[in-house]
């Protein structure tokens, strides 16, 4: 599930969402081959890839990776934000993502995607 502050005009779990996110992220798998692999609307995953990797970068940057190195494009910041999802959620990519949703929200009043 989604944080509650997130629920409103949400169709899909978290879970699934981010699933597809790190098919794209980690596999390399373009956004064509995720929405028919798993019968989306291929707008429908590029809007969530665009708005993981570039809404709200800065942001993104502060709450969670400033202390490495410097901001880089969005592919990139969508593979640490995953790398960085999956360490505080102990491995649990899911529940690092909820925690982290939360963390963004509450310290600077953005979304994840």
Not at 13 to 24: A, D, K, P, S
Not at 65 to 70: M, N, Y
Not at 92 to 105: D, I, P
Request: glycine share 8%; charged share 20%.
């Amino acid at each position: 599930m989604h944080p509650r502050f997130s629920h409103a005009r949400k169709r899909y779990t978290l879970g699934f969402v981010i699933e597809c996110l790190r098919l794209i992220v980690d596999s390399g798998k373009s956004v064509y081959t995720v929405a028919k692999e798993f019968v989306l609307y291929h707008r429908t995953v590029q809007r969530w890839l665009l708005g993981f990797s570039t809404y709200n970068e800065p942001a993104k940057w502060d709450c969670f990776v400033s202390g490495w190195q410097s901001p880089r494009d969005g592919p990139e910041l969508a593979s640490l934000l995953l790398q960085h999802f999956r360490t505080i959620g102990k491995n649990n990519l899911e529940h690092g993502t909820s925690l982290a949703m939360v963390r963004l929200h509450d310290g600077f009043s953005c979304r994840l995607y």
